[in-house]
């Protein structure tokens, strides 16, 4: 069969291809694999090449990597990621393969390439890069937490080695009462796609901390879709640091589907040279009382560009939501760019919602009042970008993720020095 | 004037007045005092008719007439007055312009003619000045940017041009010094007469020494538990409510 | 009387509760047939007597529309409108134009005085010689249907050099100003409804504002949909040469009607180095009934090039009327120190559905941009906020503020706000606020407290909501929006 295969195609064809040589070879439902490659044939990548744009990609366009040619996913040798501070349990994809020998799972994980799940919030006929990951997603972490259980921290990490395309699809389910921090790294090397569909499910009084730091290669796309479902008196509270990639974005899908529930989507972008870097949310509050907290902040360098898309739906019964959003960009050079749409949805008349976002450089003022005492310029500019930060970082509570967020930006703060 | 009967009422279930018997005569000022939590402002609430308040017995009759159950405006226009302890801010709306449409709509309801905008002023200007009122409070916009003691001041005002039946002054003293203390007493006491009767629930003797009550009350965890004379404030003063609450109990 | 105490009676004298401008005037009509085609913008420019560079124009933004789709984007829902089953001309039929009033119908005077055009203005239409009208004058051009049938105090303007007169006139009688800057703000490609006005737009008004002339009147047009089955597609063109000064004022209403009517407007306006136009308008089109029926669709293009330094264009708005609003009155910042402005004050009930907001385009260094939106969703409408804030590479130093603000009444409409804001300058500042909410209880009760009626209080709560808006009107048009605000609001309470 593989005999006469034909010369690998870049892009959508590239992927489509790719596909049509697997049917059958893939785990699980193959009706639903079918569905989503029509649905990705008939979208193909946002961007990637002329034709209508969709307003949800609106600042965000493929081209580039409608251009690359992936070969198969290998199994590369590479060193094992450090071992996080107080986190016993530990997974590792490597090219979006489990691995096997450098994790130390807990005792609720499951893989997909052996129990393939792909759970049922997420919306491969509207989002291309879902149809994407439905259609090519090999394997990938299941998280079961059983109720009233502490699932205490789990460390999700994802290696890519380029250049190659992995398509993981995890899926977290915290039952009633349980709770779990999950700390999700994305490093890698080269030029690979990394693209994770993700869905997590908060049970009732259920509480999940999802720390998620991107430094993916700066050759790389990591392009991540995460659906969420919290249900009454749930907590989602996640932080999502986006360092790395050629072009990322990171998209979530918030719903508060229980009276009470809550959701905090935090984030913050440090972005240089020519990154691309879009953080989307959609926040749907569906059932009343419930509260939704967003703090973006992009630090803005170089040529880079940052994008940020927020959107807070309240739906005709969630009556007596708290909906809250701000949106903050410094922008450190003359070339660099901030794109931002927030909006508000809504539907129900008892209800408090706002945005906020300001774009604009840092404060001469306080740059020269700290000059004046004796910090040096660059200094002194580092001190403000990290004030302007803390807000956004101080919301991590746990001391062992938050040093290791702060340590990735030192670490973008000296390559900006450098 | 006022015959409260038997009044229970709730907040979100939760019962806060627990049968309340109270008359006050024509012409009299009548104190409420209590602790914290006694369900002082609720029982203005509930006479003012604030919708979140749920009355489960009793009745308010305030001249003949069955005040529960009335549209607050009518309340209002019937002779109600209910001084906020917390007076609430309307933003761009100006004080003039608000008190002007409180004053006509009022008199509206009484059978008297409507002021115009100059007739309004001129009234208003006057008060201000009685009340020693710096004269931009009306160009302003409702409570919004007041000190403490200027949103009580236009309280004041307000109970001033409105001349309503019945005060109910909700702690009107709270956050006052002395000389503003004196002004709102004085403002009282100005409308006092025949027709004219007022509920003032406070905390401290203070006002009551500028506002001489005939009758005071003692309200507890929802009910009246003690009332008297004038001397009655004086003697909580010195000795606090516990030994009354106590006793009561 | 004053003229403000005029308009105020005008409005207050309607007291019963729905549309109060739904009257329908009997005037014979000059109709085209129905449909569009190239021979109906011939027969438009010719009836207009234009030159031929005009009707060239016209068949090429004609050529541009037939390959345009129509916009999807907007948060607007609406059956299909059949382009060709619309009159594009309709005219009262004129005996010899309508110059001296007495040719005026008086079917259309008596229009005017139910509309509410302050009696000095129809005084001045009944033949009052203009210079014996002492106290603040204000000019009015008014626009029936397709064409201009009066414009007031031509002569007293002449005087300072300003010109104020239809659209159609202007084309005759200044070619030159006309070509020179129609289109140039808005082309003629710019959107589908643009390109529509472009091929078949029938009148408007024209401004012309001479170098260091502050223009000594308010200018003001008057806007009524009356003939059935029409489109409306007015044309406005204002120009402020340096140093020029206007206040421009815009009402429209339309009769009550079961079916949908268009309005597709094109407002372009010109600021030169330390030029300031001010625009406001009260949009008050037939909203449709309480079921939905009938109602103006209204599609309109407005946007202002500041082309000089220091010029200032400002918008301010009061949308109370149509069953659609997509309107986006918009400002080019191109001049250094430019300012952009624009107050808008969006009320929809019913079925109404509005889609309105602005676009800052920041190019000029340190030019300055101020957007304050007031939203009130009430009933079943929906009401939504628009926006788009851009900072080019060049805007060094660039300010924009953004304040947008939603009041929800009852529990069936919605309220939404999608501003768009991009960046480009490092020393360009970008504030934006967005806040969402109902009218607290604790604010209604207070009011009602003093004995104010519940209607009492929304309005006067919700014309607070909307000062910051209001105080930008000049007096009075700021009256009789409040009093509009009200009867909109009628009967959403309780």
Redesign the interface.
């Given at each position: 069969m593989n005999a006469v295969s034909p010369p690998p195609r870049p892009g959508a064809a590239g992927f489509l291809a790719r596909y049509e040589s697997l049917i059958g070879a893939l785990p699980g439902d193959s009706a639903l694999r079918a569905a989503a490659a029509a649905a990705f044939r008939a979208a193909g990548l946002p961007g990637g090449g002329p034709g209508r744009r969709i307003e949800a990609w609106k600042y965000t366009a493929l081209r580039p990597l409608a251009d690359m040619l992936f070969a198969p996913a290998q199994a590369p040798d590479i060193a094992e990621p450090p071992t996080l501070a107080g986190a016993a349990a530990k997974v590792v994809f490597v090219n979006g393969a489990y691995r096997a020998a450098m994790s130390a799972p807990p005792a609720f994980f499951a893989r997909f390439a052996d129990r393939p799940d792909f759970g049922t919030l997420s919306w491969p006929d509207r989002e291309p890069m879902t149809a994407l990951n439905t259609m090519l997603a090999a394997d990938g972490m299941t998280l079961d937490i059983p109720a009233n259980t502490d699932g205490g921290t789990v460390h999700l990490a994802s290696i890519g080695v380029g250049p190659t395309a992995f398509h993981p699809r995890h899926l977290v389910r915290l039952a009633p009462g349980a709770s779990l921090t999950l700390l999700e790294t994305a490093n890698g090397t080269g030029p690979y796609l990394h693209n994770p569909v993700t869905e997590i499910h908060v049970g009732a009084g259920a509480r999940l901390i999802h720390v998620r730091l991107q430094n993916e290669d700066i050759a790389a796309f990591g392009l991540s879709t995460l659906y969420a479902d919290i249900a009454e008196h749930g907590t989602y509270d996640s932080f999502s640091l986006n360092l790395g990639g050629r072009i990322a974005r990171a998209e979530i899908r918030a719903t508060l589907s229980g009276p009470h529930a809550t959701a905090h989507l935090n984030a913050a972008q440090l972005l240089t040279g020519t990154q691309h870097s879009d953080f989307t949310t959609v926040v749907r509050h569906a059932e009343p009382h419930g509260a939704s907290r967003q703090t973006v902040k992009n630090v803005l360098a170089g040529q880079s560009r940052g994008v940020f898309q927020g959107r807070i739906e309240v739906a005709r019964d969630a009556q007596k939501t708290d909906g809250y959003q701000m949106n903050q960009a410094l922008l450190l050079s003359p070339d660099a760019e901030m794109d931002c749409k927030p909006e508000l949805e809504i539907f129900a008349d008892d209800v408090k919602c706002s945005h906020g976002a300001t774009i604009g450089a840092l404060d001469a003022d306080q740059i020269f009042y700290l000059r004046s005492r004796g910090v040096p310029a660059a200094e002194a500019r580092a001190i403000l970008v990290r004030a302007f930060l803390t807000e956004a970082i101080d919301a991590v509570a746990d001391d062992a993720i938050r040093a290791l967020l702060e340590a990735g930006i030192a670490g973008w703060w000296d390559n900006q020095a450098a | 004037m006022l015959n409260i009967r038997g009044l229970a009422a709730s907040i979100d279930d939760k019962p806060i007045l627990k049968g309340i018997d109270l008359i006050v005569p024509p012409g009299e000022v009548h104190a409420v005092m209590g602790p914290n939590g006694a369900g002082k402002s609720t029982l203005g609430y509930v006479l003012?008719?604030?919708?979140?308040y749920v009355v489960t017995a009793g009745s308010a009759v305030f001249n003949g007439t069955e005040l529960l159950g009335m549209?607050?405006?009518a309340?209002?226009?019937a002779g109600v007055?209910?001084a906020?302890q917390a007076?609430?801010?309307?933003?761009?709306?100006n004080n003039a312009?608000?008190l002007r449409?409180?004053?006509n709509?009022?008199r509206r309801?009484r059978g008297e003619g409507e002021l115009d905008a100059v007739q309004f002023l001129k009234l208003a200007r006057a008060e201000t000045k009685r009340l020693a009122m710096p004269d931009d409070m009306l160009k302003r916009?409702v409570n919004v940017g007041f000190s403490g003691g200027e949103k009580k001041r236009n309280e004041v005002l307000?109970m001033a041009l409105?001349r309503p039946k019945l005060a109910i002054l909700d702690e009107t003293d709270s956050g006052l010094d002395i000389d503003a203390l004196k002004i709102v007493a004085d403002g009282v006491n100005a409308l006092r007469g025949p027709d004219f009767s007022a509920l003032v629930i406070t905390h401290h003797q203070r006002l009551l020494d500028h506002l001489v009550p005939n009758r005071v009350h003692v309200l507890s965890a929802g009910r009246i538990v003690r009332s008297g004379g004038p001397e009655l404030a004086r003697e909580l003063e010195k000795s606090g409510y516990a030994g009354i609450v106590a006793e009561a109990a | 009387m004053s003229v403000a105490a005029e308009t105020l009676d005008a409005v207050q004298s309607v007291t019963e509760s729905g549309y109060k401008w739904g009257f329908e005037t009997n005037i014979e009509m000059d109709l085209a047939p129905k449909g569009l085609n190239e021979d109906i913008i011939r027969l438009i420019s010719e009836r207009k007597e234009e030159p031929s560079w005009m009707l060239d124009w016209r068949l090429k933004a004609y050529a541009a529309w037939l390959k345009m789709e129509e916009p999807e984007w907007a948060r607007v829902d609406h059956p299909p409108i059949d382009y060709q089953d619309l009159h594009y001309y309709a005219a009262p039929k004129k005996k010899n134009g309508p110059k001296s009033l007495d040719e005026v119908d008086p079917e259309l005077l008596k229009m005017y005085e139910k509309l509410g055009i302050p009696l000095k203005e129809r005084a001045i239409l009944a033949g009052v010689d203009p210079d014996e009208v002492e106290e603040r004058q204000i000019a009015v051009d008014a626009v029936f249907d397709s064409v201009s049938v009066a414009t007031t105090f031509q002569e007293t303007l002449k005087k300072s050099g300003v010109i104020f007169c239809p659209i159609s006139e202007a084309v005759r009688n200044h070619p030159d100003l006309v070509k020179q800057y129609i289109g140039s703000v808005v082309p003629i490609g710019d959107n589908y409804f643009a390109a529509l006005n472009s091929a078949v737009f029938t009148d408007g008004s024209f401004v012309y504002i001479p170098k260091g002339v502050r223009c000594p009147m308010e200018l003001s047009t008057y806007f009524r949909i009356n003939a059935r089955n029409t489109g409306q597609f007015e044309r406005t063109l204002i120009i402020a040469e340096a140093g020029a000064h206007v206040s421009y004022l815009e009402g429209c209403t339309a009769p009550q009607r079961d079916e949908n009517q268009l309005h597709a407007a094109v407002v372009e306006l010109v600021a030169m180095d330390d030029a300031s136009i001010k625009y406001s308008t009260v949009q008050n089109w037939y909203p449709g009934d309480a079921d939905g029926k009938g109602g103006i669709y209204n599609f309109v293009t407005k946007r202002g090039a500041c082309r000089g330094a220091r010029s200032k264009i400002s918008w301010t708005q009061v949308e109370t009327g149509s069953a659609i609003t997509w309107k986006y009155p918009s400002c080019v910042l191109l001049g250094e120190d430019s300012v952009g402005e624009f107050y808008s004050v969006a009320v929809t009930t019913n079925h109404q559905q509005a889609d309105t907001g602005t676009k800052m385009i920041h190019i000029g260094k340190g030019s300055r941009s101020t957007v304050v939106s007031k939203g009130i969703s009430a009933g079943r409408s929906n009401n939504t906020y628009r926006g788009l804030v851009r900072m080019a590479k060049t805007a060094d130093n660039a300010r924009n503020f953004t304040q947008c603000d939603s009041l929800l009444i009852g529990a069936a409409c919605g309220a939404h706000t999608v501003p768009y804001i991009e960046s480009r300058n490092p020393t360009a500042k970008v504030e934006h606020e967005a806040t969402t909410s109902k009218i607290a209880e604790d604010q209604l009760f207070y009011c009602r407290q003093r004995g104010l009626s519940e209607e009492d209080a929304v309005n006067l709560i919700v014309n607070g909501f909307c000062k910051d808006v209001l105080k930008e009107l000049p007096m009075e048009f700021a009256v009789e929006a409040q009093k509009l605000l009200a009867v909109s609001l009628e009967g959403s309470v309780g």
């Open positions: - | 003012a008719g604030r919708e979140d549209d607050p405006e309340r209002a226009a007055f209910l906020f007076p609430i801010e309307l933003p761009g709306v312009n608000f449409t409180a004053l709509a009022i309801s916009n307000q409105l | -």
